[in-house]
């Protein structure tokens, strides 16, 4: 079983819609959570990340992260066509800091 | 203009063949990894450096071979490529250890035959 399970998708929404990302995790000693964009042909650049449990807002974006049920969220508002990507979420824990374990990656798709 | 670049962007070999995908980086950064990605897989690791001459494995190393002789360059090396390995690889920088921003490379596709 992988450590991190993301729901593939795609998932398609229409412009202005809300996009919901989740992955969940198996590993309690993971502690720092990131979300990657990822365009096609392209390397994954990060949008956010979280230190441990709470919630963290930067513009259209927001981050959740709920240790107890070992899950975290992205939501994307007001979605725009420009935000039609791959969304990978990333951990890592504080005993293996050079590790990262990311999720599969969930293809989002915003239609006009 | 800061990046991670690697070479080549694409390659085609054969089983066997010994090839070296280069990564090198302009931020001065002591952080370095490589990750494959293929589909429904989504980004394993292979191998990471915490700084020069420092390196550890990551969740895949089978196959492949890293050195970390300078601080900007980290090359990936297949010494006997299989084709399990054709995948696409990203190589990836950030400032230290503790720093979670990775900056990713453009990523080369590698196909071995």
């Known amino acids: 079983q992988k450590e991190v399970e993301q729901d593939p998708g795609p998932l398609s929404v229409p412009e202005g819609a809300i996009v919901s990302l989740n992955c969940t995790y198996s590993?309690?000693?993971?502690?720092?959570f990131m979300w990657y964009r990822q365009y096609s042909r392209k390397g994954p650049e990060l949008l956010m990340y979280?230190?441990?449990?709470g919630n963290k807002e930067d513009g259209r974006f927001t981050a959740q992260v709920d240790k107890s049920s070992k899950y975290i969220s992205l939501f994307i508002r007001d979605s725009q066509p420009s935000d039609s990507a791959t969304y990978l979420c990333?951990?890592?824990?504080?005993?293996?800091?050079?590790?990262?374990?990311f999720g599969a990656g969930t293809q989002v798709v915003v239609t006009p | 203009e800061a990046q991670v670049t690697q070479n080549p962007r694409y390659l085609i070999t054969v089983t066997g063949k010994k090839l070296t995908v280069t990564c090198s980086q302009n931020?001065?950064?002591?952080?370095m990894s490589w990750y494959r990605q293929d589909p429904g897989l989504g980004l394993r690791q292979i191998y990471y450096?915490?700084?020069?001459?420092?390196?550890d494995k990551g969740d895949v190393p089978e196959g492949y071979k890293v050195s970390r002789k300078e601080k900007r360059n980290f090359p990936l090396i297949l010494e006997s490529p299989s084709p399990n390995q054709t995948s696409l690889y990203f190589c990836?920088?950030?400032?230290?250890?503790?720093?979670?921003?990775?900056?990713f490379g453009q990523g080369t596709r590698l196909t071995v035959v």
């Open positions: 990836a920088s950030s400032l230290n250890r503790q720093n979670t921003e990775a900056f």
């Open positions: 590993n309690s000693a993971f502690q720092y």
């Open positions: 990333a951990m890592r824990s504080t005993d293996s800091w050079g590790k990262f374990q």
């Open positions: 450096s915490m700084n020069v001459e420092v390196t």
């Open positions: 979280t230190y441990s449990s």
């Open positions: 931020m001065n950064h002591e952080y």
